[in-house]
């Protein structure tokens, strides 16, 4: 059992950054891929950005490639994403996820979810 929680949410205006943290339970964080979503109220959640067990390969959704920046500490439990050049159609709830998978995984075949960290960019 994995659990995942979420913080550094918050409201920031357009061009600022944020960073969100994934602080993951358990001993084997490292035989995890893990990966960000993004949900707006009334729509589909969506992929945002993902990375492989050990950090070498990373996979970032067309709408934040270049912004968006996916990270892992393994020896912390933690995963991150770093958003710059915040947009108001970023304005999300944003959840991590966490597979059993030594290989990147872009859909939401995961196996465990935070409850999510809301992000909101005023324009």
């Known amino acids: 059992q994995v659990q995942l929680v979420e913080s550094g949410g918050g409201l920031v205006q357009a061009g600022g950054s944020l960073r969100l943290s994934c602080a993951a339970s358990g001993r084997t964080f490292s035989h995890y891929a893990m990966g960000w979503f993004r949900q707006v109220s009334g729509k589909e959640r969506e992929f945002v950005a993902a990375i492989n067990w050990n950090g070498d390969s990373t996979y970032y959704a067309d709408s934040v490639k270049g912004r968006f920046t996916i990270s892992r500490d393994n020896a912390k439990n933690t995963v991150y994403l770093q958003m710059n050049s915040l947009k108001p159609e970023d304005t999300a709830v944003y959840y991590c996820?966490?597979?059993?998978?030594?290989?990147?995984?872009?859909?939401?075949?995961?196996?465990?979810w935070g409850q999510g960290t809301q992000v909101t960019v005023s324009s």
């Open positions: 996820a966490a597979r059993f998978s030594l290989v990147l995984v872009t859909t939401e075949m995961y196996d465990y």
